[in-house]
């Protein structure tokens, strides 16, 4: 099955404790996303991949660390996380090629920082 | 360039009415649109998608949406309102090939539907 995971799906941690959640696609997609929704202010993209080792900032990138060393996979790490990364976090792939250009989703790691 | 702006942030009908949620969008080239719905503690579902072609769009659970280039617009409507339609909706917009996989999203829109 087609599809985007991740893990954990729930994290509650403390400030400061360096953490990584998880981001696999198995439909050898080139791009992937990391994004962060938060009440009121929809979807942002925190950084974005365009294929192996290739990566960039997105919109709020600040706290965040990513890394593209296989096409399959792209962590996104939080190396001293604090409260105000509080969040529910979802990582998606595409085809770099593609008439629709549709995005496909993880179903979303919930993230506590206390 | 590309942004999205939901206007509303919280919708309330009554079972049976008409949905209308509105979309209004900002491109710098021809825009690729779509309406993604999040039900409670659940992640995105694609609902529907605009490329090329045909304005009007037709997605899953009875929704549809029409593109209009002219008012800058991809409004999402269904004629008749259920109660398992309770849930958030994102419209989202990129740019395509330009846009290297970033896709925009408007800020959500709650819909509580009313028995």
């Known amino acids: 099955e087609a599809q985007v995971t991740q893990n954990p799906r729930y994290l509650i941690t403390v400030t400061g404790k360096k953490l990584t959640v998880t981001c696999s696609q198995n439909m050898n997609h080139e791009y992937m996303s990391w994004y962060r929704q938060d009440p009121g202010l929809g979807l942002r993209q925190i950084y974005y991949s365009m294929n192996v080792e290739v990566t960039d900032k997105g919109d709020v990138p600040e706290g965040y660390k990513v890394s593209r060393k296989e096409k399959r996979n792209f962590p996104l790490i939080l190396e001293s996380p604090s409260p105000n990364q509080t969040s529910l976090y979802f990582c998606?792939?595409?085809?770099?090629?593609?008439?629709?250009?549709?995005?496909?989703f993880g179903p979303g790691t919930r993230l506590t920082v206390t | 360039a590309q942004s999205v702006t939901q206007l509303g942030s919280h919708v309330s009908v009554s079972e049976g009415a008409l949905v209308l949620l509105r979309c209004n969008y900002s491109?710098?080239?021809?825009?690729?649109l779509f309406w993604y719905v999040q039900y409670p503690n659940q992640g995105l579902q694609l609902l529907l998608k605009y490329t090329t072609g045909a304005t009007l769009v037709k997605g899953i659970n009875g929704f549809e949406a029409e593109f209009k280039k002219s008012e800058t617009s991809f409004h999402l409507t269904k004629p008749s309102a259920h109660m398992s339609d309770a849930a958030e909706y994102f419209c989202?917009?990129?740019?395509?090939?330009?846009?290297?996989?970033?896709?925009?999203f408007g800020q959500g829109t709650i819909l509580t539907v009313h028995p």
């Open positions: 989202a917009v990129t740019q395509g090939p330009v846009s290297y996989g970033k896709l925009t």
């Open positions: 491109s710098s080239v021809p825009p690729y």
């Open positions: 998606a792939s595409r085809p770099r090629a593609g008439s629709t250009y549709e995005q496909y």
